[in-house]
C-alpha cells in the first residue's frame, strides 16, 4: 500500500531542499575563493612550523632570513606566531612539503570535512533524523557567519570540534573501550586548543573514571611522543614561549598583541 504525503510537507521539503543548495553552494564559493585569494594566516603559522622542521630549524623563531625565507606573510617579531606544543608542528610537516597554494585548498577541504563530520555526529547523539530536521540544519551551518571566518583565516577549530565532538559521543557510551578512547580524544584536542583541557574537573565530578583513564593515558602517550620526536629542548622551549608570551599579554591591551592564530 502506497504512503500518502501531505502536500504542505512535500512543499516545506522542496523549500529547504533549495534553501540548501543555495546556502551550500554560497559557502563553497567562498571557501574556493578563500583557498585562493585570502593568506588564511592562521593556517600559514601552522604550515610555516612545519616547513621550519623540515628544513631542522626551530618553528617558534621567525626564519624569514633563511635561504629559502621560512615567513608567515605575516610576522613582524622576533618568535613567530606558532604557540602550540612542539609535536603539532611535526603534524604538519607533511602538508608543508606542498606548496602553498595547494596546502591551503586541501586545509579548507579538511576544515569542511571536519565541520560536516561534527555535525553528523550531533545529529546522531540527538537523535534527528527526520528530513526536515536535517535540511533546516543543513542551511543554518551553511548561513553561519563565523564559519566564513574559520574559512578565511585557515583556523584549526574545525578539526578540533570534530574530535571533541566524537570524544562526547564515545564518552556517553557503555563501551569502556569507547570511554577510554573518549578520554584520549579529549586529551588530543587539549593538544591543539588547550581550552579542552578545562573538561578534566567535569570528568571527575561526573565520575567518568574510564575517560579520566584514557585522559591522563593519552596525556603520558602525548608526552612520551613529543619526547621521542621531538626532543625535551623543544618542549622547554615551548614552555618558554608560552610563558614569555602570558607575560607579554598581560603588560599589553589586546589590540597590541600580535595576530595568534
Same mark, same amino acid.
Given at each position: ?33 578563500? #583557498? ?43 618568535? #613567530? ?51 526536515? /530536521? ?7 551551518? #551553511? ?82 611522543? =613529543? ?6 629542548? #623543544? ?6 614561549? =608560552? ?12 589590540? /597590541? ?5
Amino acid at each position: 500500500m502506497n504512503q500518502r504525503h501531505d502536500p504542505r510537507q512535500v512543499v516545506v521539503r522542496v523549500i529547504f531542499i533549495v534553501l540548501l543548495l543555495v546556502a551550500a553552494g554560497r559557502l563553497l564559493g567562498f571557501a574556493l575563493r578563500f #583557498s585562493r585569494e585570502s593568506l588564511q594566516m592562521d593556517f600559514s603559522a601552522f604550515y610555516t612550523a612545519g616547513e621550519a622542521l623540515n628544513y631542522g630549524l626551530s618553528p617558534y623563531q621567525n626564519n624569514i632570513t633563511h635561504v629559502p625565507p621560512i615567513w608567515d606573510g605575516v610576522d613582524v617579531f622576533q618568535h #613567530s606566531r606558532f604557540l602550540y606544543p612542539p609535536l603539532v608542528a611535526t603534524l604538519f610537516q607533511p602538508i608543508a612539503m606542498l606548496p602553498y597554494p595547494v596546502a591551503k585548498f586541501l586545509w579548507t577541504l579538511f576544515s569542511l570535512g571536519c565541520v560536516g563530520f561534527a555535525l553528523v555526529i550531533t545529529m546522531k547523539m540527538l537523535r534527528q533524523n527526520r528530513l526536515e /530536521e536535517i535540511l533546516v540544519v543543513g542551511v543554518f551551518v #551553511s548561513l553561519f557567519h563565523p564559519l566564513l571566518t574559520l574559512l578565511e583565516r585557515g583556523q584549526i577549530d574545525a578539526f578540533t570540534l570534530a574530535l571533541i565532538m566524537l570524544a562526547i559521543k564515545w564518552g556517553t557510551e557503555e563501551h569502556n573501550h569507547r570511554q577510554m578512547a573518549s578520554g584520549m580524544l579529549w586529551c588530543l584536542a587539549g593538544l591543539f586548543k588547550l581550552h579542552a583541557l578545562l573538561v578534566f574537573p567535569f570528568l571527575i565530578v561526573s565520575r567518568r573514571w574510564k575517560t579520566i583513564l584514557g585522559f591522563i593515558a593519552g596525556g603520558i602517550l602525548l608526552l612520551g611522543v =613529543s619526547v621521542g620526536v621531538n626532543g625535551l629542548p #623543544s618542549l622547554l622551549d615551548y614552555t618558554l614561549v =608560552s610563558a614569555n608570551f602570558a607575560c607579554y599579554r598581560q603588560r599589553k591591551s589586546p589590540g /597590541e598583541v600580535p595576530g595568534v592564530p
